[in-house]
């Protein structure tokens, strides 16, 4: 599946609806430079994922307006065509004030559902303050979606864990409109998942939704169960599904994936190459012929960076033979800044990096080289190709697409993938060098057999990974999801459908105390039988 392909497929389905993708994160933000306006890519694996899809398909994107100049470019409806060079897609920018940004971005999203959905020993924390202004901002992102899809039937493809509401008020104000929401990170078990306070509300709203899906099997399997031991509804664990409110939500994984083709051509561009001569300037003479292993990623607490640190610390420890022989080439796109436990990992970093090179270091060779910068697109792809190891030690990730982009990139078909067994990514990937990252010596060992992995091995298990990617790649995710969708729902008969469906959940809701009677009309009964039960209940006077 590519581009074209997926166009053709969509060429059919927008002339049955619209279509709208919604996350919070843009796909371009626009700041003011020296010669003007220009727009950038932000650091995101949901952007690099999503952008090659909206762009084949067309449609809008709603997202948040997060920077110094994103009101400057858009019309009077926030809207603006991009990419600038090529328009493809319209983005529609939706604004937040600072605080509400604070409760609803910084609160619930990343002080409270990023550490709860990860587990990786960082506490969520809660306030009820966030969590009114997270209700605020997501019925914000709601009204906007209704204002764009107007009266037409539209599909509308929701981003992660900022939107969780979003679905429940899009489909109580439009019942017809079809659903579906990719949550990008973990889903916990469930043990884990009750103690956020609003936990009944988050899942209500997901389950507004005719599709969910998750990266992987286990998050979907996660949902289920804390549905089932949460809330009225009925779990249907055969057909993975949820039916609540006399409408099912189907949960399915579809593992993320990136545009295969489109990287291996840029890697090779003239770009990507000048980025390349300036590494190797910046690294200095220190590094010439040593092997480089390289790490790519936003500072934060799940990603495992003062683990891989540590991990490298004792390699050289270990093996002071490796000395002048290696370099850890470390970008770092700062993140989520305000937060306290962001602050304090990159402090964490900062000082181990200076450590490690005091340790170690032998002019010119340093052994650590730590880039904490906003590194774009190309950038990143110079670092990957002129890698002998890439290292992803995230503690927990939903997928991790640097570990697909960084085998997209090689075509030259060499390089190691040292990869953390706790990424959705390790699934797919099996020929990688797979880590614990926690356990230090284990790591030190596995960039040891890196060092040492002959060129035969690596190719072998390069051509594997990138066979993988190739055959799932980001259009095939997006393929897959949309067929199911359509396998699931009918575009077209909206309205009527819509008022049947919304009558049967009404009867639900009304016979909510009889629930062994609920179960069984929301599992088998045609909205037809609803109806006359409906009539005969307000008949009697049963329902006043
Ligand atoms: O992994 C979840 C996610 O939302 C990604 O989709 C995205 O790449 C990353 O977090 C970035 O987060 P933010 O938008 O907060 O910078």
């Known amino acids: 599946m590519d581009a074209l392909a997926l166009g053709s497929l969509f060429a059919g ?117 966030d969590w ?29 864990y900022h939107l969780a509401l979003l679905p429940r008020y899009l489909r109580n104000a439009r019942p017809d409109l079809k659903l579906i929401q990719f949550w990008h990170i973990p889903w916990p078990n469930r043990e884990a998942f009750r103690i956020f306070p609003w936990s009944e509300e988050v899942l209500d709203g997901l389950l507004g939704n005719d599709l969910l899906g998750f990266h992987i099997q286990y998050h979907c399997n996660n949902f289920l169960d804390t549905v089932e031991k949460t809330l009225e509804a009925m779990v249907d664990y055969e057909n993975f599904s949820i039916y609540r409110g006399g409408r099912p939500t189907y949960i399915r994984p579809f593992p993320i994936s990136v545009d295969f083709g489109q990287i291996g051509i840029d890697a090779g561009s003239s770009i990507v190459q000048e980025k390349k001569e300036s590494f190797i300037r ?155 990252p926690y356990d230090t010596d284990q790591l030190a060992d596995a960039m040891l057999r890196a060092f040492r992995m002959p060129e035969e091995e690596r190719r072998r298990r390069m051509a594997r990974m990138r066979a993988q990617v190739e055959k799932n790649n980001i259009y095939e995710w997006g393929r897959k999801i949309f067929e199911e969708l359509l396998k699931r729902v009918h575009l077209g008969k909206s309205r009527s459908e819509a008022k049947q469906v919304a009558m049967a959940g009404s009867v639900i809701r009304r016979l909510n105390p009889h629930l062994a009677a609920v179960k069984f009309l929301t599992l088998r009964c045609s909205s037809a039988i609803l109806k006359k039960v409906h009539a005969r209940l307000t008949g009697n006077g049963v329902m006043r």
């Open 282 to 436: 910046q690294l200095g003479p220190g590094a010439e012929g040593t092997k480089i292993y390289v790490g790519a990623d936003r500072i934060d607490y799940t990603k495992g960076i003062p683990e891989r640190l540590r991990g490298f610390d004792l390699l050289l420890q270990r093996n002071p033979d490796l000395k002048r022989r290696v370099t850890l080439l470390q970008l770092a796109a700062p993140s989520r800044t305000q937060i306290e436990e962001y602050g304090r990992i990159n402090d964490e970093i900062e000082n181990l990096v200076e450590e490690i090179n005091r340790r170690h270091g032998a002019d010119p060779w340093k052994p650590v080289h730590f880039l904490r910068d906003h590194h774009d697109y190309h950038a990143v792809l110079a670092a990957y190709h002129m890698a002998d190891v890439v290292m992803v030690t995230s503690l927990h990730d939903g997928m991790n697409l640097v570990a697909k982009e960084f085998v997209a990139a090689r075509t030259d078909g060499d390089g190691v993938l040292l990869l953390s067994q706790y990424t959705g990514a390790a699934r797919e990937l099996t020929d990688a060098v797979l880590i614990n």
């Open 132 to 160: 009114e202004i997270y209700r605020d901002v997501n019925r914000r992102f709601s009204d906007t979606v209704l204002d764009e899809v107007g009266d037409s039937p539209a599909i509308v493809f929701i981003q992660d």
């Open 13 to 129: 389905i927008k002339k049955k609806a619209k279509v709208v993708v919604v996350s919070n994160r843009q796909p371009w933000f626009h700041e003011r430079v020296a010669e003007g306006i220009r727009a950038f890519r932000p650091a995101s694996g949901l952007v690099t994922a999503l952008e090659p899809i909206i762009e084949a398909v067309g449609g809008t994107w709603i997202a948040h307006g997060s920077a110094s100049a994103d009101r400057l470019v858009v019309d009077r409806k926030n809207r603006v065509r991009l990419p600038e060079e090529n328009p493809r897609f319209t983005l529609r920018r939706v604004w937040l004030t600072p605080k509400e940004e604070e409760g609803y971005y910084y609160g619930i999203s990343n002080k409270a559902l990023w550490p709860l959905c990860h587990i990786v020993y960082t506490k969520p924390r809660f306030s009820r303050k």
